[in-house]
């Protein structure tokens, strides 16, 4: 516990220190936000200052820092510390700087923000790319709290049932102005959340339970290690509980909404400590829970639902599985939300018209259902698309990071462009490796896949450098 105890305190502190270092570096000043410049009533509406982080937080957090977190247990205390580690200098200063350049940009989507640093070609591949990713969030976040809400529910409510509900709901929230059913019922959504994660935190340290600590060592203990290295397995599964594309896709939503920059921090970099908190908590009971029943578990939700139960008695075991079921709905609905927005700006075609929004919506939803139907044929169905979504979602977060990294150059920012740079070359070395590795990329042998991303992240480093010097001699 003591392992488990410094990790939290060292989140908390990184939100204060390494927070405001980086906020200082952006500078956020008095000038008007899109949310008061381009007010529509449909998706630039001004909200409070709280309801915004708390919707913020449910967008981003899915099934990610909980699934991923318990899955992400088995590589042993490594886990931690990427989860530390990965959202203070990684995950918060990538969701931090993606929507204040949202909101600096007019409420601008992903894909047009890394067109504007990283060129005409990337912007057409992103926009293609970051709608893939949305529509995948949409058809993985169905089946997940469908499962968990059938076991709620009589037998005639079955998980079919669940997942036709869910996705009505998600048109809906989908088509509707931001503020009529997001910005009303995420907030008690998010409520439920945070009492699943306090209700499991305090009762980590009334058990007190022997956790692995980190002088203990570092081995994966992961009992397919050698088919699972922790890199780059781990730093996939454990997405966004440290660092996740898909939430850059989603500041720009609650940029829209804000009355001022100076609110981004507690928005944006606030959300994502938040959720590697939630993720930590949820790491440290699953590895108490492996410990207990070995590690043969291979279901999160059914973890979930006995550390739950066991730990917070019948009610609040289903509070708590009410805020797990939450997290990955809220997800699901902002990302067809972001996908309708993203189509929108590439077209250049106005939201106000409800007629407009079906344009657009109807196509993605026919897709989205072809996926989910493909996924429930069986479980392998379900896990390749899952798979490929997390591949997709830690891919997009490099974009994301390159392009800040060059809109820091260009704003002679000094070297304070390391920020993002450091965490660009990492995580596309980890994406290089996890495709050239898996399963459902090339399968190639660790040894080959690893030479592979060392070649590949030099490649990137010696391309950026070389556009640095021209680019830094042109500014001088």
């Not at 047009?112 to 992103?126: A, D, N, P, S």
Request: aromatic share 14%.
């Amino acid at each position: 516990m003591i392992t488990f105890t410094l990790c939290l305190l060292t989140l908390i502190a990184g939100y204060f220190l390494y927070g405001r270092f980086v906020e200082r570096i952006f500078g956020p000043d008095n000038r008007k936000t899109p949310a008061l410049t381009k007010a529509d009533g449909v998706d630039y509406i001004p909200l409070p200052t709280w309801k915004i982080f708390m919707i913020q937080f449910l967008n981003i957090a899915g099934l990610g820092p909980i699934f991923g977190a318990i899955m992400g247990a088995k590589f042993g205390t490594a886990s931690y510390l990427w989860i530390v580690f990965g959202s203070i200098f990684a995950g918060a200063v990538h969701d931090y700087l993606a929507g204040m350049l949202s909101l600096r940009n007019g409420g601008e989507s992903l894909p047009e923000i890394i067109g504007r640093y990283l060129g005409m070609t990337t912007k057409q591949v992103m926009r293609g790319f970051t709608v893939l990713l949305m529509i995948l969030v949409g058809a993985v976040f169905v089946a997940g709290p469908a499962g968990l809400l059938a076991k709620l529910t009589p037998d005639y409510m079955d998980a079919t049932f669940w997942i036709v509900i869910v996705f009505i709901y998600y048109i809906f929230a989908t088509l509707l102005p931001v503020d009529k059913i997001i910005g009303k019922i995420y907030p008690l959504f998010a409520i439920a959340l945070l009492f699943m994660a306090v209700g499991i935190l305090v009762m980590l340290y009334v058990k007190h339970p022997v956790l692995p600590e980190i002088w203990d060592g570092l081995q994966n203990t992961h009992p397919d290690a050698a088919a699972l290295p922790i890199f780059p397995i781990m730093f996939v599964s454990i997405a966004c509980g440290a660092i996740s594309g898909f939430h850059a896709t989603q500041s720009p939503l609650m940029a829209r909404c804000m009355t001022s920059e100076r609110h981004g921090r507690p928005v944006f970099y606030g959300a994502m400590i938040t959720e590697g908190i939630v993720a930590l908590i949820w790491a440290a009971a699953a590895t108490y829970f492996f410990h207990e029943n070995g590690m043969g578990e291979n279901n999160a939700a059914v973890v979930v639902d006995a550390i739950t139960k066991n730990w917070l008695g019948t009610v609040g075991g289903v509070l708590a599985i009410l805020g797990v079921i939450a997290a990955p709905i809220t997800s699901g609905d902002t990302a067809f939300r972001s996908a309708r927005l993203i189509v929108a700006d590439f077209l250049g075609m106005e939201q106000k018209s409800m007629r407009r929004r079906l344009y657009i919506c109807i196509p993605m939803f026919l897709v989205a259902i072809g996926l989910l139907l493909y996924s429930l044929r069986d479980k392998e169905g379900f896990d390749m698309i899952w798979r490929y979504f997390a591949w997709t979602n830690q891919t997009l977060s490099v974009f994301t990071l390159w392009a800040i990294t060059v809109y820091l150059v260009r704003g002679k920012k000094g070297y304070y462009y390391y920020v993002t740079y450091l965490p660009a070359v990492f995580m596309t070395a980890v994406c290089t490796t996890y495709i050239c590795i898996a399963p459902e990329g090339f399968g190639m042998r660790p040894g080959l896949a690893f030479g592979i991303a060392i070649f590949s992240a030099s490649i990137a480093v010696i391309w950026f450098n070389i556009w640095y010097f021209k680019t830094t001699k042109k500014l001088r």
